[in-house]
């Protein structure tokens, strides 16, 4: 077991930015967090930080892919080209994401997802899939293949429940029938139900709290706000999502899909201990702009992807990010006047709690040596999985 001192940076722990200090590791798991000036055996191998900073690794808890790969793909290489890419941008665990498709595709995601993650040595760590669909107002699509869009069956949800131990979340409209009862259930089996693609109004997202509905899927994008019937304002899923506690939110802070206003909007309502920031990136992510497809190379829909984000074919929508997490830390840094340590905490302490991983997003000892350092812009340039560097 390798034992190492990481010297000569700033650490940035949940609360603060602390200099002066020095933090050990053995083998895979954070030792020791001790001021800098205290002796250290000569059997610890001293890595200096040059200055830099050492930060907690991210955890994306939405991405479809990266490096030219989605995980519709449903090839085993397709999910190690997607982690090795988010781990070059300092991505140490994510959930792969699936888009809504076909009963027999996604039990074929399945089956890569556990292959890849037995292979998975070099790259982003798989905590568990996230299935982004198929129970979504038609009205609220997206960039989703409408002809997969469905309400929740129970008979056809607990197949996929049966089939795979993986799923850690799903996204869903809770308005649709059957949907608060598909909440329930997953909560029950201790999967994270999350609202999304949804027509919901304040008092049905309240109403799907109450039945297991925690979670709020890329904030804004895709759910109604207050708005007008029949001349009378009605509040909706995202006034709920800010206005009660018991709601944690995901933002895409690309850039694109929020500006700066709605950026600080939303941090001042829920602040960094509720928001975790994901990419939803999609295949272009890591990859130069242009055209692209998302979803399955065979049955996915042509994008382009330009100015930073991937649209769709009309130019009038986006269809998903090309975003890394280092960009939505700096973009939350320099566009949101958010602290870097709590930037950095909306990118690794708050998803690991959201996603029940208590020994992955901090700083501290005993939890696992998943680091990433950055450079004063906050640029990655070491990522450290495992206790090991990626590089």
Not at 66 to 94: C, I, K, N, Q, S
Not at 115 to 143: D, V, W
Not at 168 to 174: D, G, I, K, L, Q
């Amino acid at each position: 077991m390798e034992k190492k001192v990481y010297k000569n940076g700033s650490l940035i722990l949940r609360d603060r930015i602390a200099d002066g200090m020095a933090l050990l590791t053995h083998g895979d798991t954070i030792a020791a967090i001790v001021p800098e000036n205290t002796p250290v055996s000569p059997d610890y191998r001293v890595v200096d930080l040059g200055g830099q900073y050492l930060a907690p690794g991210f955890i994306d808890l939405h991405t479809h892919g990266a490096g030219g790969a989605d995980f519709m793909d449903a090839d085993p290489e397709a999910f190690l080209t997607a982690a090795r890419v988010h781990a070059l941008h300092g991505t140490t665990a994510l959930c792969p994401t699936t888009l809504s498709g076909e009963f027999d595709e996604t039990m074929r995601v399945f089956a890569a997802y556990a292959e890849a993650k037995k292979r998975n040595t070099c790259g982003a760590r798989f905590i568990g899939l996230h299935l982004e669909g198929p129970y979504f107002a038609m009205s609220q699509k997206g960039a989703q293949d409408p002809q997969y869009i469905r309400p929740p069956v129970r008979a056809e949800y607990e197949r996929f429940l049966d089939a795979c131990g993986d799923i850690v979340r799903w996204s869903a409209a809770p308005e649709l029938p059957g949907a608060m009862a598909f909440g329930r259930n997953l909560a029950d089996r201790g999967i994270l139900p999350s609202i999304a693609h949804t027509d919901a109004d304040f008092d049905t997202a309240a109403e799907a709290l109450a039945n297991g509905y925690t979670h709020v899927t890329h904030l804004y994008s895709c759910m109604p706000g207050v708005h007008r019937v029949n001349a009378y304002r009605v509040a909706g899923a995202v006034e709920a999502a800010l206005y009660y506690d018991g709601f944690t939110v995901e933002i895409i802070a690309d850039g694109c899909h929020l500006p700066a206003s709605l950026l600080k909007f939303i941090y001042k309502c829920k602040g960094a201990e509720r928001i975790a920031l994901v990419t939803d990136s999609m295949r272009g992510a890591g990859m130069p702009e242009g055209e692209s497809i998302l979803g399955s190379k065979t049955r996915g829909m042509a994008v382009s992807i330009h100015d930073g984000v991937a649209w769709l074919p009309s130019g009038d929508a986006f269809a998903g990010s090309v975003a890394t997490m280092d960009r939505l830390v700096r973009n939350m840094v320099t566009l949101a006047d958010v602290p870097l340590y709590e930037a950095v905490k909306m990118a690794s302490a708050t998803p690991a709690k959201i996603i029940g991983q208590r020994k992955k997003g901090i700083l501290a000892p005993g939890m696992d040596a998943d680091m990433v350092v950055l450079d004063q812009t906050l640029h990655v340039t070491d990522t450290i999985i495992g206790g090991d560097s990626i590089r």
